[in-house]
């Protein structure tokens, strides 16, 4: 799944960043060579952010890279 189609950015990508140690919206794009265009996809990137943060803190670190976080989406 997409998570930013300025970037051609998917999931799986930003979550490898975020397991590589970037820690805000900014260092997952620095990390992937980008930044973001139309800025649709930053509350995404922060919320897959603060899913790892849950994780590491509940010691489940290893899961960051590879599980999609549960969030709801409001509706436009």
């Known amino acids: 799944m997409y998570v930013c189609n300025c970037n051609g950015l998917n999931r799986r990508s ?3 960043a975020i397991a590589d ?3 805000t919206t900014a260092a997952v794009f620095r990390d992937l060579d980008c930044r973001p265009q139309c800025g649709k996809c930053v509350g995404e990137v922060k919320a ?3 899913a790892c943060r849950h994780r590491d803190a ?4 290893a899961a960051c890279a590879t599980q999609a976080p ?3 989406v409001a509706a436009e």
């Open 14 to 16: 930003v979550n490898q």
């Open 21 to 23: 140690g970037a820690r």
């Open 48 to 50: 897959l952010i603060t």
């Open 58 to 61: 509940c010691g489940n670190a």
């Open 70 to 72: 549960h969030f709801l």
